[in-house]
T-cell receptor, first 111, second 113 residues
Framework: DQQVKQNSPSLSVQEGRISILNCDYT??????FLWYKKYPAEGPTFLIS?????DKNEDGRFTVFLNKSAKHLSLHIVPSQPGDSAVYFC??????????FGPGTRLSVLP | DAEITQSPRHKITETGRQVTLACHQT?????MFWYRQDLGHGLRLIHY???????NKGEVSDGYSVSRSNTEDLPLTLESAASSQTSVYFC????????????FGPGTRLTVL
């Protein structure tokens, strides 16, 4: 079975600084992980993914790191902007083509 | 542009009533999913479908049902609404052969009184 933990329910950072959001998973059988961003009253939107053949994937200000031995993912946002304030969900594969989502981390970027 | 629509966006109902939430997609994706979002739990999978006439139970399927008669629609039915089903419901789709990323609808906020 797959469990996903995001141990920080919330995080506040200053505009321009780095935001680091963490995620831990339990089942390493699968090899593709996703990050989603969610604004209030909207559906989650896909942000960035990483395959286990890589340990890093970068897309503009967003970088995801994968530590397979520790079963740990992290999302780095540099530099953080007020528009990045949202809830971020990590998702790890489950059976079939399903994903298990973490509980989310609420990021607040302060001007 | 392709999209996912959910209706209604907000619904208030009473305990014991049957409620159906609609999800319609124009992505032509094989896979469709229903999730509920509750504080502290993230997104939990209710039911999913990998194609027409295919439906499967997810993590929290008790009290819910779905049917898939075409590619575009996966309605979610609460057979007898309970207060514990007060939540925000999201429909999502993905394309079997491409990356598995799921695309989400805008959500339906359901309140059961």
């Amino acid at each position: 079975d797959q469990q996903v933990k995001q141990n920080s329910p919330s995080l506040s950072v200053q505009e321009g600084r780095i935001s680091i959001l963490n995620c831990d998973y339990t089942n390493s059988m699968f090899d593709y992980f996703l990050w989603y961003k969610k604004y209030p009253a909207e559906g989650p939107t896909f942000l960035i993914s990483i395959s286990s053949i890589k340990d890093k994937n970068e897309d503009g200000r967003f970088t995801v790191f994968l530590n397979k031995s520790a079963k740990h993912l992290s999302l780095h946002i540099v530099p953080s902007q007020p528009g990045d304030s949202a809830v971020y969900f990590c998702a790890a594969p489950h059976y079939g083509q399903n994903f298990v989502f973490g509980p989310g981390t609420r990021l607040s970027v302060l001007p | 542009d392709a999209e996912i629509t959910q209706s209604p966006r907000h619904k208030i109902t009473e305990t014991g009533r049957q409620v159906t939430l609609a999800c319609h997609q124009t992505w032509n994706h094989n896979n469709m999913f229903w999730y509920r979002q509750d504080l502290g739990h993230g997104l939990r999978l209710i039911h999913y479908s990998y194609g027409v006439q295919d439906t499967n139970k997810g993590e929290v399927s008790d009290g819910y049902s779905v049917s898939r008669s075409n590619t575009e629609d996966l309605p979610l039915t609460l057979e007898s609404a309970a207060s514990s089903q007060t939540s925000v419901y999201f429909c999502a789709t993905s394309l079997r052969t491409s990356g598995f990323e799921q695309f989400f609808g805008p959500g339906t906020r359901l309140t059961v009184l």
